[in-house]
C-alpha cells in the first residue's frame, strides 16, 4: 500500500508555507494548503531519487566540519589571492585545470562530492569522465600546494576517501 505522505516533512513545509504566503488561515486557504500538501508530494513522488545508504555518521561529521574549515581557508586565500593580483608588483594567481583519478562509483557520493567542490571557493568542477573514472576540477590558485600530486592527494584524501566510507 502507498502511503497517503510519502515526504511528510515535504507536505508540513508545503502547508505551512502556503499559509504563510496567504497571509491567512480561513477555512479555504487550510482547505487549499492541505490540498497542496497531499497532491504535490504524490506527483513529485515518482521524480525523488531513492535514498542513499548512508554508513559511518561520524565520517560523515568530520567531514561536514573538514568542509566547513576548507571553506573559510580558502575563502580567505582565494581573496588574498585577487587582492594580490590587483596590485601591480603582484603575482597573478596560477589558475589550473586538474585531472583527479577517482574511485567512487555511487551516484549519491558522486553528488555529495560535486557539492562539495562547488562550495569550496577557488575549486570548480568541470566535467566528470563518461565511465566515472575521472574528474577535471579547475583550482583556482596551486600556489598553495607544492605541485598538482599535491592538490589530488589531498583531494582524495579529505574528500574521496570519507565519502567512500559513507557511501559505499
Known amino acids: ?18 499559509l504563510l504566503l496567504a497571509r491567512s488561515a480561513s477555512a ?18 515518482p521524480l525523488r531519487p531513492r535514498p542513499g545508504p548512508l554508513r559511518r555518521w561520524g565520517t560523515l561529521v568530520r567531514l561536514i566540519l573538514r ?28 589558475g589550473t585545470f ?9 551516484e549519491h557520493a558522486l553528488a555529495a562530492l560535486a557539492m562539495i567542490t562547488a562550495v569550496i571557493p577557488g575549486t570548480v568542477w568541470s566535467e566528470l569522465a563518461p565511465d566515472r573514472s575521472a574528474l577535471l576540477i579547475h583550482v583556482f590558485d596551486l600556489d598553495n600546494y607544492d605541485d598538482v600530486a599535491a592538490f589530488i592527494t589531498h583531494y582524495k584524501t579529505d574528500y574521496e ?4 566510507e559513507i557511501f559505499e
Open 1 to 18: 500500500m502507498r502511503p497517503l505522505l510519502p515526504s511528510p516533512w515535504l507536505s508540513l513545509g508545503l502547508f505551512a508555507g502556503w
Open 28 to 45: 479555504g486557504h487550510v482547505l487549499m494548503a492541505a490540498v497542496a500538501a497531499v497532491v504535490l508530494p504524490l506527483l513529485a513522488a
Open 67 to 94: 568542509v566547513g574549515r576548507d571553506v573559510v581557508h580558502s575563502a580567505l586565500v582565494v581573496a588574498a589571492g585577487v587582492l594580490r593580483a590587483g596590485v601591480r608588483e603582484g603575482k597573478p594567481p596560477r
Open 98 to 106: 586538474v585531472v583527479v583519478p577517482l574511485e567512487l562509483r555511487d
Open 161 to 164: 576517501q570519507p565519502l567512500k
